[in-house]
């Protein structure tokens, strides 16, 4: 599954809560509370210093850890977390494995020492849902293919039947399955192309 030419710039958010190093984690609690966002960046003159998660705020807030529990008027400096970096010119994709080998559910995107943006795994299903919704009104079809060459013949049969082709994506199944299809169709009788397939000996389980 590819984003295609989407880069990290076309997904990512701009419009970002940030705060500078002397910052005190009361405060950032406060600011984090307030306004909803869940990351909050660190920046000194222009510069990115590091970003500080809500969940590990919340722990060094926590009551109930003894010997976590940090000074409430320390500075957020000290408490930056080693979040891996992003480009904007960055596929999803690879930020999408980035993120995941990371654990971390945001990368901020750095463009030299500059924070230009921030990117969430919201932000990453949003951007495949988008390329996954059909341009055109459309039909959709599902169908599993235990090859390439029988996803061919799903090809040459909408070739046969006039069936226009709005989007097609295409997912491998483990265990050897074969491929799952999904078909985007331009027209909302699909008896023609149904019949076809099933002459083939493909049988649509999401018509």
């Known amino acids: 599954m ?5 880069r990290l710039k ?4 701009t419009d970002l809560v940030v705060a500078e190093p002397h910052l005190s984690l009361r405060e950032a609690h406060r600011l984090l509370a307030q306004t909803g966002v869940r990351y909050l960046p660190v920046v000194e003159r222009g510069r990115y210093r590091g970003l500080l998660g809500e969940r590990h705020l919340r722990l060094s807030l926590a009551p109930w850890a003894p010997g976590v529990m940090a000074d409430l008027e320390a500075p957020v400096a000290r408490f930056l977390q080693p ?3 992003a480009h904007p010119e960055d596929s999803p994709e690879e930020t999408a494995f980035r993120m995941e080998a990371a654990r971390v559910g945001a990368l901020p995107v ?11 795994a919201y932000d990453l299903l949003k951007g495949l849902l988008e390329l996954l919704r ?11 293919v ?3 060459a029988r996803l061919s013949e ?8 006039r069936t226009p082709l709005v989007g097609l994506h295409l997912f491998q199944e483990a265990g050897g399955l074969g491929y799952r299809v999904l078909l985007h169709l331009g027209v909302l009788d699909l008896r023609p192309f149904l019949e ?4 083939l000996g493909l049988h649509p389980f999401r018509p």
């Open 196 to 199: 076809r397939l099933r002459a």
């Open 154 to 161: 799903v090809l040459e049969a909408l070739r046969q039947t």
């Open 134 to 144: 059909p341009k055109a009104p459309a039909s959709r079809l599902e169908l599993l």
């Open 10 to 13: 076309d997904v990512m958010r």
């Open 110 to 120: 750095v463009e030299g020492e500059a924070l230009v943006g921030l990117v969430t």
């Open 146 to 148: 235990p090859d390439l």
């Open 83 to 85: 979040f891996p970096q």
């Open 2 to 6: 590819s984003f295609g030419p989407t």
